[in-house]
Structures are given as structure tokens and as C-alpha cells.
């Protein structure tokens, strides 16, 4: 390793500050690494050139491709497929009953990395639930990384992306293959409103939803974050809403605004009764 460590403390504290993501001492190779990917693409000599360039300043632009470069966006096509069970036979039929025409269902996938999850659900609506009328659900998605937003809006996933979790049957009927990658149907990318928010200092509110999927990001951040993300989210989250978090995280140091309700195979949170109407 090369890079001075104050160098990579300086990362690991921007990081932290402005994304919420813990990296550990024990992190200075991810670092290390994640970085030399970035100097060579943007010509830099050294990882310790990009970052004296960031430390200078200028117009941040540099330490936001620092940060997008230190988070981790796995991800893939109806992940853990519990939770997608869930929406298809209990969650989505009970909203469409609880709501009027007139109010749209609208589903939030937060940290929605490079489009996957959300692209799920909308799949899902067009299999199951194929007489809705456009607008009847509205699916938003958004990260922090404003490079996988835009691969996100994009809709087009490589070979290996596609081999994870998707089915031959809906590969079939709505991606298109283009050169070495596959471009997801229009009308179900029509579906999908993505767009950069960070959870930990958005600029501005929430979007109002019915069900959120906040799945796999709580885990870089810290007890603290944590409990200030799922807070702000249950603000954001309709009364009788429905919030789901990855397999590794709970609600536990928030269970004054949440409890968790089994549905099928999977666990899912909803506002507390008692603080509805905060
Ligand atoms: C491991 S991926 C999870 C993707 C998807 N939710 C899933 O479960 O498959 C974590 C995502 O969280 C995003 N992220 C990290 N910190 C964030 C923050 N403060 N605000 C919004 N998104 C964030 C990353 O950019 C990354 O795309």
C-alpha cells in the first residue's frame, strides 16, 4: 500500500460525512483498491494524487466520485424473492382494496442501486396484476450514486447481471439483446421513476410512499445512522405502509415506531399503531 494513511482517513471521514458508510481502519485496502480504479480512469498517477486533487477543493465533484466510488451496489433481479411473494400475494391486492382509484399505490425503492429491485416490482405488476391501469401504482427508486441512477434509468444490464435472478420467462418477454448487454422494455421502464437522494442528508423530503424497500444499505452504516434513516423513513411512510430491510437488518433500536409482521416467508415492518399520525 502506498497511499499515507492520513490520506486514506481523509476518504474514510468524507465518506462518513457524506454518505453515512462506516469503513473501518481495517478498510484501508477497499480503499486503496476502489481508488485505483478511479485514478486510472480519470488519469490520475497515484491514488494519493486523487485524493490531494479532492482535499483541494474545487467543485466537489471530485469527492462525490470518491464516495460513489467507496459504495457497494450488489444487487440483483428479485433478491431473496420472499419479499416479492409477499407484495404479490398479500401487500399489493390489500393496498388496491385499501385505496381508491384516485390514489395512486406508490411504491419506494430506496438505495435502489442499478435498478434491479425496482425493475422487479414492476415486472411483477405487469405479470399479476396485468388490468391495472397506468398510474393505478407509481414505483420511484433512487440512490445516492448518481452513476448507477443513470445505469438504473437506462435499463440495460450485462449477461452476468441478467443471470442472477432473473427468469428465462421474463428475460424472454421484455429485454431486447443489445451487443453484449440486454435493454429492458420501454413500457416497463416507463414504469420506474428513478433519481440521486441520499438517505442520510437528503435536500429534500422523502417521497411519500404505501411501501418502501430499504433493503441491504442499512448495513454500512452505524447504530445512530441507522436509527436516523428509519426514522425519517417511517415519517415518509403511509400509516398502514409496509417497509422492507434486508436479511441482516432490523428495526430494533427504532421498535417505538415499528413493529414487524410476518408475511409468508419473509418479516416485514409497519408503523406502530400508536405513533401513527406523528
Ligand atoms: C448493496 S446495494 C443494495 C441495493 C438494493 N437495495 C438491494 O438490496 O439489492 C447498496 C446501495 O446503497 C446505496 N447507498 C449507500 N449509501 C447511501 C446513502 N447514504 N443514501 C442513498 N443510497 C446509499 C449505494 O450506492 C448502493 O447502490
Not at 160 to 188: M, Q
Not at 243 to 266: K, M, P, S, W, Y
Amino acid at each position: 500500500m502506498s497511499t499515507s494513511p492520513a490520506a486514506l482517513d481523509y476518504v474514510r471521514e468524507l465518506v462518513y460525512r457524506r454518505a453515512g458508510i462506516v469503513l473501518g481502519a481495517d478498510k484501508y485496502y477497499l480503499i486503496e483498491a476502489r481508488l485505483s480504479t478511479l485514478a486510472r480512469e480519470l488519469n490520475f498517477p497515484t491514488v494519493e494524487e486523487v485524493i490531494k486533487g479532492a482535499r483541494s477543493g474545487g467543485s466537489g465533484a471530485l469527492n462525490q466520485k470518491i464516495v460513489e466510488a467507496l459504495t457497494t451496489n450488489e444487487t440483483t433481479f428479485f433478491r431473496d424473492l420472499h419479499p416479492f411473494d409477499a407484495l404479490r400475494d398479500h401487500v399489493i391486492p390489500a393496498l388496491l382494496a385499501a385505496r381508491s382509484p384516485a390514489h395512486p399505490i406508490r411504491i419506494w425503492s430506496a438505495a435502489c442501486s442499478t435498478g434491479q429491485e425496482a425493475y422487479s416490482i414492476a415486472m411483477l405488476l405487469r405479470e399479476h396484476f396485468p388490468g391495472l391501469p397506468n398510474g393505478r401504482v407509481k414505483i420511484f427508486g433512487t440512490d445516492l450514486a448518481e452513476s448507477v441512477v443513470a445505469r438504473a434509468r437506462a435499463g440495460r444490464f450485462r449477461q452476468l447481471e441478467i443471470n442472477r435472478g432473473l427468469p428465462a420467462a421474463l428475460l424472454v418477454k421484455y429485454f431486447v439483446r443489445d451487443g453484449a448487454e440486454w435493454t429492458l422494455d420501454a413500457s416497463i421502464r416507463s414504469m420506474v421513476e428513478f433519481k440521486p437522494s441520499n438517505l442520510v442528508a437528503p435536500t429534500e423530503p422523502f417521497p411519500h410512499a404505501d411501501i418502501v424497500l430499504l433493503r441491504n444499505v442499512l448495513i454500512y452504516f452505524d447504530e445512530e445512522t441507522r436509527s436516523a434513516v428509519l426514522r425519517r423513513v417511517r415519517t415518509a411512510l403511509a400509516p398502514d405502509g409496509y417497509l422492507f430491510l434486508g436479511c441482516a437488518e432490523t428495526t430494533t433500536r427504532v421498535q417505538d415506531v415499528f413493529e414487524h409482521v410476518h408475511i409468508g416467508n419473509t418479516t416485514c415492518h409497519r408503523p406502530r399503531p400508536s405513533a401513527r399520525g406523528q
